[in-house]
């Protein structure tokens, strides 16, 4: 057990459709990043904050949002929803948010749109 | 792109030899970091090598970094079926905070 935690596990909806992925870092961790994995893309870093401020941005679509509140925990919103992006959602996290550490990651939201 | 890239695709063994994967990466790096995922599962982080380190043992597991050749390989010795996973190789680009995934060998372990 990492001690980062995803909810939910798992999330089936349709297109268009809206939906709110939420992630609580590991105690203590400041940082938090989230990713993509799908089968045709691998593992993709999609956006990275610390401690409430968005660090670093990586292939993250403009219909994706992310924040990261004062308790830490993070949410990414992922709107007008599209079969493609079926995949799986990581969130990890690590203490100082630079990419010398090691980050720890959740289990997984593994979302399908249909 | 992917900053990494993971050589063989897929490497089937039995139980008892060993396993060895490669990476290679395209620009500098601060370190290079080796994870573990179980199908549909989160990664596991299993070593980190620095850029002034040439190799690194943990357990059954050792390490080389070539930066000369922007490679490193992961060796598992002595497999066992519980070591059936999907290793990746990840790089912090110099400056950067994030890492950088490679596409991932798939390592199945014939009991």
């Known amino acids: 057990d990492s001690g980062v935690t995803q909810t939910p596990k798992h999330l089936i909806t349709a297109t268009g459709q809206r939906v709110t992925l939420r992630c609580s870092p590991r105690s203590g961790d400041l940082s938090v990043y989230w990713y993509q994995q799908s089968l045709d893309q691998g593992l993709q870093f999609l956006i990275q904050?610390?401690?409430?401020?968005?660090?670093a941005k990586g292939n993250i679509l403009e219909r994706f949002s992310a924040q990261q509140f004062p308790d830490l925990h993070s949410e990414l919103n992922l709107s007008s929803l599209e079969l493609g992006d079926s995949a799986l959602y990581f969130c990890?996290?690590?203490?100082?948010?630079?990419?010398?550490?090691?980050?720890?990651f959740g289990p997984g939201t593994r979302l399908l749109v249909l | 792109s992917q900053q990494g890239e993971e050589d063989p695709q897929a490497l089937s063994i039995q139980e008892g030899e060993n396993a060895t994967m490669n990476c290679s990466y395209k620009?500098?790096?601060?370190?290079l970091q080796w994870y573990r995922q179980n199908s549909g599962r989160g990664l596991v982080h299993l070593i980190l090598?620095?850029?002034?380190?040439r190799e690194k043992h943990s357990g059954r597991l050792r390490v080389t970094l070539d930066t000369s050749k922007k490679s490193s390989s992961l060796l598992i010795t002595a497999s066992r079926a519980a070591d059936t996973a999907s290793y990746f190789c990840a790089t912090d680009l110099t400056g950067a905070n994030n890492l950088f995934f490679g596409t991932g060998t798939r390592l199945t372990v014939i009991p």
């Open positions: 990890a996290s690590s203490f100082a948010g630079t990419g010398q550490e090691t980050q720890y």
């Open positions: 904050y610390y401690n409430g401020e968005e660090r």
């Open positions: 620009t500098s790096i601060n370190n």
């Open positions: 090598i620095r850029s002034n380190e």
